[in-house]
Nanobody, 125 residues
Framework: QVQLEESGGGLVQPGGSLRLSCVVS????????MAWFRQPPEKEREFVAS????????DYGDSVKGRFTISRDNAVHTLYLQMNSLKSEDTAVYYC??????????????????WGRGTQVTVSS
């Protein structure tokens, strides 16, 4: 059973930066497709970024391209999301997600089988 635990959320001013972490246990990170999703208040959960295990290919949601970077360190079983130039509309609960499928692109909520509990990111002055 894959377990995911996020950390690194908090309160940050507009224009600031945060780095989220997701520690993976129960299976080698190198064999998992990984993603970040977020859920703003009273909205649907939406795709932020993903990285596949079979290839270094990454994908990003349109609203975060050029500002967020997803990365993984298999040696320490951790997925990261570096968030720069944060905006108030980035305020949300951020979730780490994983699946063990074989493919090149997974960006939909229903394509992920394992989820963390989430970490709150609030962008406000």
């Amino acid at each position: 059973q894959v377990q995911l635990e996020e950390s690194g959320g908090g309160l940050v001013q507009p224009g600031g930066s945060l780095r989220l972490s997701c520690v993976v246990s129960g299976r080698a990170l190198s064999s998992l497709n990984m993603a970040w999703f977020r859920q703003p208040p009273e909205k649907e959960r939406e795709f932020v970024a993903s990285v596949m295990w079979i290839t270094p290919k990454t994908d990003y949601g349109d609203s975060v391209k050029g500002r967020f970077t997803i990365s993984r360190d298999n040696a320490v079983h951790t997925l990261y999301l570096q968030m720069n130039s944060l905006k108030s509309e980035d305020t949300a609960v951020y979730y780490c997600a994983a699946n063990q499928r074989v493919g090149l692109e997974y960006t939909e909520v229903h394509e992920y089988d394992y989820w963390g509990r989430g970490t709150q990111v609030t962008v406000s002055s």
